[in-house]
């Protein structure tokens, strides 16, 4: 254990020093320590703060999917097929405004799950998510902490572009939700990073702001979720990606822990 941090440690110093460009961009220092965070619990609404590494199956997916039992995608083996079978969906009033239906991508077994709002207009016209300016960053924050993006897979809590990107509706992610969580049932990560407050609300069903999700693991289906800042927020204020650059220290450390 103690092994694994020293090497973390000198491997995230390491990283820092090699990406001085992305973090002259990102994050402009180096920490003086880097120690472990210590994970402080709280009381979400809905999903459960826990100490991370207390990684379970998906308790409770099942049964939220269940309530979709009689859609042609709820028995979809694979995300190929299930993105077969959705990518046509016209279910809300974004259907007929989008390019490109946003499905995800990157590794169908991945560890780690990335989790954005929706689609911007780069992702509308090429069907992909994080592709624009956000996206770009987003790849530097990946391989920051030592991820290429076809390690992690990538989606985002609606599947279609929102109108001048504007906030995703209510009743547009009550839609579009079960197409995540069939996602998840299948890639089974261990870890979910959600960016943004936006993403994090809706996936945790919590009021609780960016701030106060900051800093805790929650526990959602026997997955550990860390949220942290949409790259988006940190190219507009740059201040934020310190904060941003522990979140992703801390999201390595609960992966390494995960292979240790
Ligand atoms: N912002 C998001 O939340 N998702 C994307 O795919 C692109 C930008």
Redesign the pocket.
């Known amino acids: 254990m103690e092994k694994n941090q020293e090497d973390l440690g000198e491997r995230l110093e390491r990283f820092v020093k090699e990406q001085a460009s992305v973090f002259g961009e990102v994050i402009s220092y180096v920490p003086a320590k880097l120690a472990v965070t210590t994970v402080q619990p709280s009381e979400p609404v809905a999903a459960k703060a826990t100490p991370a590494a207390v990684v379970s199956s998906l308790t409770g997916l099942e049964e939220r999917l269940a309530v979709h039992k009689n859609e042609p995608w709820y028995n979809a083996p694979s995300l190929e097929v299930l993105e077969s079978q959705i990518h046509d969906c016209q279910k809300c009033r974004l259907g007929p405004l989008r390019k490109k239906f946003?499905f995800g991508v990157g590794n169908p077994n991945a560890k780690l799950m990335i989790i954005?709002?929706?689609?911007?207009a780069?992702?509308d016209e090429q069907g992909i998510?994080?592709?624009?300016r956000?996206?770009q960053l987003l790849t530097k924050m990946l391989k920051a902490i030592e991820f290429e993006r076809e390690d992690v897979y990538i989606a985002?809590i609606l599947k279609s572009r929102p109108p001048n990107n504007r906030d995703p509706k209510p009743d547009e992610v009550e839609t579009c939700e079960p197409y995540l969580w069939k996602q998840i049932s299948l890639i089974k990560p261990k870890i979910i990073l959600c960016?943004?407050r936006i993403?994090g609300t809706n996936l945790l069903k919590t009021n609780e702001s960016l701030g106060k999700m900051r800093g805790q693991v929650f526990d959602l289906f026997g997955v550990n979720v860390v949220v942290t800042y949409?790259p988006?927020a940190l190219l507009r204020n740059p201040d934020w990606k310190h904060g941003a650059w522990e979140d992703l220290k801390k999201v390595r450390r609960m992966y390494d822990e995960l292979e240790a």
Not at 116 to 120: H, T
Not at 129 to 132: D, E, I, L
């Open positions: 946003v954005g709002e929706a689609p911007g780069d992702e998510p994080f592709v624009g956000a996206g985002n960016l943004g993403a949409h988006a």
